[in-house]
C-alpha cells in the first residue's frame, strides 16, 4: 500500500501492470471512487463515449464461473487442482472493469471515443496505483463472444473493449526499460 500522494510523474513512472495478484478482495467503496475521479478524461465533445460493468465482492462468483466457462477448454475434464491452476488468473484479482463503449458507425467518432475510453482506463489504472492496487488491461478473445456480451448486458451497436483486472500484489514487478524520446521523436522539417 502506497504511504504518500504520488506525483504525476511518479504514478506514471512507477505503475507496472499487475499479474500476480494476492487475491484480496478490492472493495466496491474504493473502486467507485476510482471510477468517479477517472471520469474526469478527456473525451472529444464531451460525450463521455463509455459505461463499465463492474464486478467486486458478491459479484466475483458468477463473474468467475462465466470466466472459466469461456476461458477454460474443457474445464468439467479437469481435476479440480488442475482447473484452480488454470482459473489462478482470474481468482486473485480482487476486482474487475469491463469498459464498453459505443461502436458509432462514423469511423471519426468511433476512434476519437476509443481513444477517450482508454485515457478512462490509464486514469483508472494510475488511481488505483496511488492507492496500492495494483491492474492489468486485457483484451482476451471472449470480449466479443456472444454470451459473454449478453451476461455483461452488452447492448447492439456497443463493444468491450477492455478487461480491467484490479487487486493487491505481494511482488512489485521490475520496470521493463521504454524507448527514449530521442528514439520515437522527429522534428517536423528536420
Known amino acids: 500500500m502506497m504511504t504518500k500522494a504520488l506525483t504525476v510523474r511518479e504514478a506514471i513512472t512507477t505503475r507496472r501492470s499487475i499479474k500476480k495478484f494476492n487475491g484480496q ?36 462468483p458468477k463473474l468467475l464461473e462465466l470466466l472459466r ?21 482470474f481468482t486473485l484479482a480482487g476486482g474487475y472493469a469491463f469498459m464498453v463503449v459505443p461502436e458509432d458507425v462514423r469511423q471519426k467518432e468511433r476512434l476519437e471515443d476509443y481513444a477517450a475510453a482508454a485515457s478512462f482506463l490509464q486514469n483508472m489504472q494510475l488511481l488505483a496505483w496511488e492507492k496500492g492496487i495494483g491492474s492489468c488491461w486485457k483484451t482476451p478473445g471472449f470480449l ?23 487487486g493487491y500484489f505481494d511482488e512489485l514487478p521490475k520496470g521493463k526499460e521504454r524507448k527514449t524520446a530521442a528514439e520515437i521523436v522527429t522534428f517536423f522539417g528536420e
Open 69 to 89: 466457462d469461456l476461458a477454460v477448454p474443457k474445464w468439467q475434464e479437469l481435476s479440480d487442482e488442475a482447473l484452480a491452476t488454470q482459473m489462478q488468473k
Open 144 to 166: 466479443d463472444v456472444p454470451k459473454f456480451r449478453e451476461a455483461l448486458g452488452v447492448k447492439t451497436g456497443e463493444r468491450v473493449i477492455a478487461m480491467l483486472q484490479l
Open 25 to 60: 478482495l478490492v472493495k466496491r467503496e474504493d473502486l467507485l471512487n476510482i471510477i468517479e475521479d477517472a471520469a474526469w478524461a478527456p473525451n472529444h465533445g464531451t460525450r463521455e463515449p463509455w459505461r463499465l460493468v463492474v464486478a467486486c465482492d458478491e459479484q466475483l
